[in-house]
């Protein structure tokens, strides 16, 4: 193994990092958004957002998400739609997370105890005021570890706008690789990197975990 | 005097084929206890349930103090509707459902401050006075997982009393205890009933029910098969049904 070459270029390796990052909180912010919206409207009252809702899921947990990405960033112009490639990355990555993220606030939401929303539906509260005061703030509690996992196959999917020429940790391994032909270390730290991210991320979401539970 | 009070009208339910509920009338007057006996499945926890909308029935009118309950509205105005008139019905649930990510005041306070625009004090004086009515004060500021099954319970009758209800409906609230806290909870209802609470219980607890209800309906298969004062009920029932389910109740528990 080539450790002169690793300690020559990881410096580019690690803005590389930081694009990923960067990535990896922007998209998170949209699928939580998309998420939120896509739970709410598959739980509705109306058959019009439910079907809207049960839609966004189909579609977009039914189709690669480089497909998606692929339609967005080249498939785009074509309909008017110009983004430059780190948009078109996490537009495209946190729409597709966010119907991951909207099945997981659901299943949340419904493993709430029914009884919970009968005790205080029985007492007058509306729908929409048992949601927020007795049903939501237990469901966040259930939803910290799944929407946890989701977050993980976020940042590692985020590998994936390397193919629409993202410059961040994958597309600048696959640089290196190019002028100096060597991919196990070039690779090799790429992955190290994800893997540091992961790791903090992760204990960060156990932290939360532990400071939600239920006394 | 005496008023109807609670009234329930040609009530009938069906689950798709299944007929839960078939032609049953019942009026409660002020202040009367009203116990619903029956085996599992006879539609005794349904009918309760059919009083306050959560499980509405299929037809037949349920009417509290001269407001029809269960009143056919456009959907906005009948949500409106239900959320006004269940104010006036507290009920008690055999697994408690507290919330448990709010503390005994949190659970106390939740409804009255959200749909009665107490103020923080006004919300204090209430908690203390329900709790201090079920035994429970020191527990003010516990979480509901640091409680006892009877603790548990005499909260959630706390809190269904702090929103000063006309009826209260009790649905096995000592079914899922252990037989050693169901006394607790005992007491605390038959204090209610010494105020001259309104009540309506479903129960399988016939020695409760006879001391405390002045009324005893036997249901069966969706119909009332029997009611009475609890001395002809328990001692003297007229129908052959009422006998077996009491034989049958005494020797499983017992005496």
């Known amino acids: ?215 | 005097m005496t008023t109807s009070f609670v009234k329930i009208k040609n009530a009938a339910k069906s689950f798709g084929n299944l007929q839960v509920l078939k032609d049953i009338n019942l009026t409660v007057d002020r202040g009367q206890i009203v116990a619903i006996i029956g085996p599992s499945g006879s539609g005794k926890s349904t009918l309760l349930r059919a009083i306050n909308e959560l499980d509405p029935l299929t037809s037949g009118e349920v009417w509290l103090e001269g407001v029809q309950i269960n009143r056919h509205l456009p959907p906005r105005q009948y949500e409106a509707h239900v959320n006004q008139v269940r104010q006036d019905i507290g009920m008690v649930f055999q697994h408690f459902n507290l919330f448990p990510h709010l503390t005994v005041r949190g659970n106390i306070t939740l409804a009255p401050r959200m749909l009665k625009g107490l103020t923080e004090a006004q919300a204090n004086a209430l908690v203390e006075e329900q709790l201090t009515k079920v035994g429970l004060l020191e527990k003010i500021d516990e979480y509901p997982s640091r409680l006892s099954g009877g603790q548990k319970q005499r909260v959630a009758i706390a809190r269904a009393l702090a929103m000063k209800p006309k009826v209260m409906l009790f649905d096995e609230a000592t079914s899922a205890l252990d037989p050693e806290l169901v006394e607790e909870v005992n007491m605390v209802m038959k204090q209610l009933a010494d105020e001259h609470m309104t009540m309506i219980i479903v129960t399988h607890e016939m020695d409760f029910a006879a001391s405390v209800c002045d009324r005893v309906l036997f249901m069966d298969q969706g119909v009332v098969v029997e009611e009475g004062p609890p001395s002809v009920i328990f001692q003297n029932p007229v129908e052959e049904r009422t006998r077996n389910f009491l034989r049958k109740h005494l020797a499983r528990n017992g005496g």
């Open chain 1, 1 to 215: 193994m080539d450790t002169e070459l690793i300690l020559r270029v990881y410096p580019f390796f690690l803005q590389a990092a930081v694009v990923t990052i960067q990535l990896s909180i922007l998209t998170t912010i949209l699928g939580l958004t998309c998420g939120a919206l896509g739970a709410a409207a598959r739980m509705s009252r109306s058959w019009v957002l439910r079907a809207i809702g049960a839609t966004y899921v189909s579609i977009f947990r039914g189709t690669p998400a480089l497909i998606q990405l692929f339609i967005l960033y080249f498939g785009g112009p074509q309909i008017g739609i110009q983004l430059d490639a780190f948009e078109a990355g996490v537009i495209g990555l946190g729409v597709n997370i966010g119907a991951y993220m909207a099945e997981t606030m659901r299943g949340a939401i419904e493993s709430v105890d029914k009884g919970q929303r009968e005790a205080a539906r029985t007492m007058g509260l509306s729908r929409a005021q048992a949601m927020r005061k007795v049903i939501l703030p237990q469901a966040m509690r259930l939803m910290i570890r799944p929407l946890g996992v989701n977050i993980n196959a976020l940042i590692k999917g985020t590998a994936l706008v390397a193919a629409i020429s993202v410059v961040e940790l994958t597309y600048t391994a696959q640089r290196y690789i190019g002028s100096t032909y060597k991919p196990f270390e070039m690779f090799l730290l790429s992955g190290a990197l994800y893997m540091i991210i992961i790791y903090v991320v992760g204990i960060g979401i156990a932290w939360l975990d532990r400071k939600a539970r239920i006394t």
